[in-house]
Structures are given as structure tokens and as C-alpha cells.
């Protein structure tokens, strides 16, 4: 009897959708590359913003299937860090996802760090 569990190329919602492939709206686990993050300044609320991507848009030229440029903004509120959370991390991310200021936007998610960059 086969094991219905499979290796690292899963189908499975656990394993995360491409950035790319994001519905407009509803709860989503999505897998990409910390591409940005932002500070906000101590005068201003607290909130941590980062950008997540596809890793291989830029490499392979791929269109997203909609949305500018596959692109997540990913808003963690009352926080003016997020540990791990830097530029070159991979994560995996899950919670509701919504459009805001034209760009799909997903605040407090849960996350994962599947990988970091070491040197760049």
C-alpha cells in the first residue's frame, strides 16, 4: 500500500502556493523569498511590513497570474520586528488574505522560516 505522504514536491495545501498563484481573497498558505522589508519609524505605530516573491519570477521571466508582478505585502501589526524575518528568507506563510492598496496583503500571518541566506 502506497503512503498517501509525499516528499518534497507535495501537492498538498501544507506544502504552500506559489506567490503568483494567489486567489484574490480567503485563507491561503503560500510559500516565497522575503524580498524587502520595511521599519516603520518610532514616531509612527508599530507594524512590520515585508515583501515576499516567487524565487525563480526574476530567473525563469514567469507571469503572474495576476496581481503586480507576484507580490505579497505581509503587515505584522503592534510589532517593529518579526525574529528571522529578513531579506533572503524563505518562509511559509498562512493566513487570510486580502487586496490593499492594490497589492494582495496578508496581516499576522502565521509563519514558517524554511530556509535563510547565509552571504549574499
Not at 505584522?76 to 492594490?102: D, F, K, Y
Amino acid at each position: 500500500m502506497a503512503d498517501s505522504r509525499q516528499g518534497p514536491q507535495d501537492s498538498s495545501p501544507d506544502a504552500g502556493m506559489p506567490v503568483s498563484r494567489l486567489p484574490e481573497r480567503g485563507r491561503v498558505v503560500c510559500q516565497g523569498h522575503i524580498e524587502s522589508v520595511t521599519y516603520m519609524p518610532a514616531d509612527q505605530n508599530a507594524a512590520f511590513t515585508a515583501i515576499v516573491s516567487d524565487p525563480d519570477i526574476r530567473e525563469t521571466g514567469a507571469k503572474p497570474a495576476h496581481g503586480p508582478g507576484g507580490r505579497l505585502r505581509v503587515v505584522w501589526l503592534g510589532r517593529r520586528r518579526v525574529p528571522g524575518i529578513e531579506a533572503g528568507t524563505v518562509v511559509r506563510l498562512e493566513g487570510m488574505l486580502s487586496q490593499s492598496q492594490g497589492l494582495p496583503t496578508m496581516f499576522n500571518p502565521r509563519y514558517e522560516i524554511l530556509s535563510r541566506q547565509e552571504n549574499e
